[in-house]
């Protein structure tokens, strides 16, 4: 029971340290890409500028596959994740800020950051759907991580609502949309899949 507990705990912990190397190499990415960006703060960097390489290291989806594949071999596996997301929060921020600010520019590397996010989000709520929260007799407790848990696996649904509402509302530009449409059926294949790979709580 306290080892249910405790792992439970450290699932939603989102202030781990912890640097292995796929993660170390991300976080190294993401600190050289905020060097860079800090030297323009009223631009935010796109994969045509000088400085564009930056950026792709830290917006690649194919790069978020490889880091949940790798991490998944070891049982710190959930403390990764909330490690990595919690790191890929500026890079978030200024990719919706910038599609925001400056339509049909950012595109490319708006749904890239999309892309990379989601995976992120879909990993994360996975680990928490094997979770027996029967065998939580402190029903505070239990209700805690119960809404804890529903918000976790929500977010992938709810991020693909705002996909689809941006496509709707034309907030890409119009060449681009037939590849932002096709992202998002890529993106709703993968929740499907993680969906029938992960084990439903009873």
């Given at each position: 029971?306290?080892?249910?507990?405790?792992?439970?705990?450290?699932?939603?912990?989102f202030s781990c340290t912890f640097a292995g190397d796929e993660l170390g190499l991300l976080k190294k990415d993401i600190s050289d890409y905020l060097t860079e960006q800090n030297k323009t703060p009223n631009q935010i960097i796109k994969y045509s500028d000088g400085n564009g390489n930056?950026?792709?290291?830290?917006?690649?989806?194919?790069?978020?596959?490889?880091?949940?594949?790798?991490?998944?071999?070891?049982?710190?596996?959930?403390?990764?994740?909330?490690?990595?997301?919690?790191?890929?929060?500026?890079?978030?921020?200024?990719?919706?800020?910038?599609?925001?600010?400056?339509?049909?520019?950012?595109?490319?590397?708006?749904?890239?950051?999309?892309?990379?996010?989601?995976?992120?989000?879909?990993?994360?709520?996975?680990?928490?759907?094997?979770?027996?929260?029967?065998?939580?007799?402190?029903?505070?407790?239990?209700?805690?991580?119960?809404?804890?848990?529903?918000?976790?696996?929500?977010?992938?649904?709810?991020?693909?609502?705002?996909?689809?509402?941006?496509?709707?509302?034309?907030?890409?530009?119009?060449?681009?949309?037939?590849?932002?449409?096709?992202?998002?059926?890529?993106?709703?294949?993968?929740?499907?899949?993680?969906?029938?790979?992960?084990?439903?709580?009873?």
């Amino acid at each position: 029971m306290k080892k249910l507990i405790f792992t439970l705990l450290l699932t939603f912990h989102f202030s781990c340290t912890f640097a292995g190397d796929e993660l170390g190499l991300l976080k190294k990415d993401i600190s050289d890409y905020l060097t860079e960006q800090n030297k323009t703060p009223n631009q935010i960097i796109k994969y045509s500028d000088g400085n564009g390489n930056v950026a792709r290291a830290v917006l690649n989806p194919d790069r978020a596959k490889r880091f949940i594949d790798e991490i998944r071999k070891g049982s710190d596996y959930p403390e990764k994740l909330k490690v990595a997301l919690e790191q890929y929060k500026p890079i978030s921020q200024n990719y919706m800020t910038a599609f925001n600010r400056s339509p049909g520019q950012y595109d490319t590397e708006y749904l890239d950051h999309f892309d990379f996010l989601f995976q992120l989000m879909v990993a994360n709520a996975s680990p928490i759907r094997n979770v027996n929260f029967d065998a939580i007799k402190d029903e505070g407790m239990k209700a805690m991580l119960q809404a804890s848990a529903k918000m976790m696996q929500a977010m992938p649904t709810l991020f693909l609502v705002t996909l689809e509402k941006q496509i709707k509302d034309k907030k890409f530009s119009e060449a681009f949309t037939p590849q932002a449409v096709a992202k998002l059926n890529h993106l709703r294949e993968i929740q499907s899949q993680a969906l029938q790979t992960d084990v439903s709580p009873k």
